[in-house]
């Protein structure tokens, strides 16, 4: 049983921005496809707070590194508004007030369902802002907006940081591949639902692909005695039924 205890010193999560980041955001989000397709059965993510007429810079600069260094451009031009300004304090404000209130919950839950003592997480995780409605993750790091309340992005993408960090290799071993640990990591917030439905403001809802799947994923999690569960039991069946799909 972890120590989950009133004394335990949470993770902290220090908020910013990264141009850099962003850039490889907007570029990814007007010139590549979705790696999943979203729930409105498209691949193509919204543009967010981007400026509509980017759209069609794909056509109108094909060459990919002009293009980037011509976002990189409009990105210090748009941060510079003052009702962009504004927008970027006022969700990094909501965000740190949202948090703040959840994390005493998240932390000690997450390490129960993982079976992994909070002192293994992650000291510091980074929340960067950005404009786009797509927010991604790397190393101990992840993307918010204002499109959602914070704890979806945060809980989410944690989660998937944790996740990789102690059983990516146990994947691998078990079997899998990049892309089906990919799969996998995204089926598996279905437990956050499960398990954190009380503290989370909405639920998670996955990505289409997985939509089949995650009832079942489900179901097996109950069945290994959900969060009470040995979560490597758990995770050795999740590992074979995905195996049997054709994701990945």
Known sequence: MKNTNKK?????????????????????ILFLKRKFA??????????????????????????????WQHILKRIRKEIKKPEIKQ????????????????????FPILAKMLDVDIKKFEPKYFAYFTLSRMAPFKGNSFMFNRFAAFDHYAAHEIMHIEFLKAYAKYCKDKGLNDEKISHLKEILTELLNE???????RPEMGYLPHEKIRPKILELYRKNGGINGRFTDFLGKAIKLVKKTGLG
């Open 38 to 67: 979203l729930r409105n059965k498209t691949d193509k993510q919204g543009l967010g707070d981007i400026p509509a007429n980017l759209v069609d810079l794909p056509k109108l600069i094909p060459d990919k590194n002009e293009a």
């Open 87 to 106: 927008i970027m304090a006022e969700t990094i404000r909501e965000a740190k007030a949202n948090w703040e209130k959840k994390k005493g919950q998240y």
């Open 8 to 28: 335990t010193a949470f993770p902290k999560i220090q908020f910013g921005f990264d141009i850099e980041w962003e850039t490889n955001n907007w570029f990814g």
């Open 195 to 201: 398990d954190m439905n009380e503290i989370l403001t």
